[in-house]
Each structure stands twice: as structure tokens, then as C-alpha cells.
T-cell receptor, first 114, second 111 residues
Framework: DGGITQSPKYLFRKEGQNVTLSCEQN?????MYWYRQDPGQGLRLIYY???????QKGDIAEGYSVSREKKESFPLTVTSAQKNPTAFYLCASSIDRGVAYGYTFGSGTRLTVV | QKEVEQDPGPLSVPEGAIVSLNCTYS??????FMWYRQYSRKGPELLMY????GNKEDGRFTAQVDKSSKYISLFIRDSQPSDSATYLCAMSGGSNYKLTFGKGTLLTVNP
């Protein structure tokens, strides 16, 4: 079955540590997105990529980095510069850049700072 | 004014009730409208998709878009406890090539 796989489901980060969240899709979608979801704040866009080897900052990119070396993969690194990283992270993809048909979401990664 | 406004609720209804969820928006270029359902600790899943104005029905769910009022609605008939989730509206169009989401409404259907 086609879909988006996010791993791990739960992740714990120590202060000052970088961690990488994985996102893989087998839908042959061009565009991919990373969102952060906090209670009461809705979905906030971190980074997005419309084609391989290209990506743009979203609304809250500070403290995060991404890469898009393959069409199928869009990993997100949460760096030590991100002061409040505890959140639910969602990866999504869309078949076209115009998102006329919406996004397909992964099942999310819950990151907790310990 | 935010681009998309959605009442966060929470909304609690008895089983069998008709539920109405709503969003308003300010960008007149929006022409693609969606509703997502998100269960706790899961990713959102696309529930309904509508292009431009009008109604769309799928089983117990009806999506309405009124572009003149910049208002969209999702109706759930004969609500079930399994409908308990957060519902997010989303929209795109014009030069806005990303989806713009509402903050979501938390719905609880009580048996």
C-alpha cells in the first residue's frame, strides 16, 4: 500500500542534542512538508520542498534543517538551537505543487525533551 | 485578521446528533477546500474535498462552500462515538500553493 512512513513514533532528546526525524513516501508525490503541532496552536509549517534538491523555509524554520536528496525522502533535523522542541511532528506530501488535491499525512513523531 | 478562522471548541454532542463544523476565511483566491479528521496521536486524514462553491455529500458527511460569504461547513448526520476526533479545515488556491489550515475543532460524541 502507498503511503507516508514516519519514524520513530516516539523520540526523546536530551538538551543540546540534535535529532533526525525520518519521513519516507512511496506515493510518487512531488511535494513534501513538515509541520509541528502543539495543543491549541494548530499546524505550523516548518519546511517544504516542491522538487528534489530544493526546499523553502516555512513559518517556524528556526532551529530546524531539512534535506531532499531523493524524491521519496524528506528528513527533518531538530537542532540544539530549537529551544522548545517538544511537540508532535507531522510529515505530509502532495501530488502536485498546487495542492489542489490536498495532502497525505504520515502518522507523526512525538518528540520529547528529557 | 487570520487567513482561516475555526472555532476550537470543544464540542460535545450526544450520539445521533447532527454536528455542524465551520470555518471562515479571508483570502478570496482560495478555491480548493478540504476537511481533515485527526484522531488522537494520529496524522490527519482527508475526509472531504470540494472545489469552488457548492455542496458535496459522502455518506453521513456533507461539505458546503459559500465563496460569497467566505464560509465553509462540514455537517455530520447521525453522529457516532467513532466520529470523536479533531476536525481541521484546509484550503488553497491562487498563488497560495500550500494548504492553509484552521486550528481544528475537537468533537466528542457521547454514547
Amino acid at each position: 500500500d502507498g503511503g507516508i512512513t514516519q519514524s520513530p513514533k516516539y523520540l526523546f532528546r536530551k538538551e543540546g542534542q540534535n535529532v533526525t526525524l525520518s519521513c519516507e513516501q512511496n506515493l510518487n508525490h512531488d511535494a513534501m512538508y513538515w509541520y509541528r503541532q502543539d495543543p491549541g496552536q494548530g499546524l505550523r509549517l516548518i519546511y517544504y520542498s516542491q522538487i528534489v534538491n530544493d526546499f523553502q523555509k516555512g513559518d517556524i524554520a528556526e532551529g530546524y534543517s531539512v534535506s531532499r536528496e531523493k524524491k521519496e525522502s524528506f528528513p527533518l533535523t531538530v537542532t540544539s538551537a530549537q529551544k522548545n522542541p517538544t511537540a508532535f511532528y507531522l510529515c505530509a506530501s502532495s501530488i502536485d505543487r498546487g495542492v489542489a488535491y490536498g495532502y497525505t499525512f504520515g502518522s507523526g513523531t512525538r518528540l520529547t525533551v528529557v | 485578521q487570520k487567513e482561516v478562522e475555526q472555532d476550537p471548541g470543544p464540542l460535545s454532542v450526544p450520539e445521533g446528533a447532527i454536528v455542524s463544523l465551520n470555518c471562515t476565511y479571508s483570502n478570496s483566491a482560495f478555491q480548493y477546500f478540504m476537511w481533515y479528521r485527526q484522531y488522537s496521536r494520529k496524522g490527519p486524514e482527508l475526509l472531504m474535498y470540494t472545489y469552488s462553491s457548492g455542496n458535496k455529500e459522502d455518506g453521513r458527511f456533507t461539505a458546503q462552500v459559500d465563496k460569497s460569504s467566505k464560509y465553509i461547513s462540514l455537517f455530520i448526520r447521525d453522529s457516532q462515538p467513532s466520529d470523536s476526533a479533531t476536525y481541521l479545515c484546509a484550503m488553497s488556491g491562487g498563488s497560495n500553493y500550500k494548504l492553509t489550515f484552521g486550528k481544528g475543532t475537537l468533537l466528542t460524541v457521547n454514547p
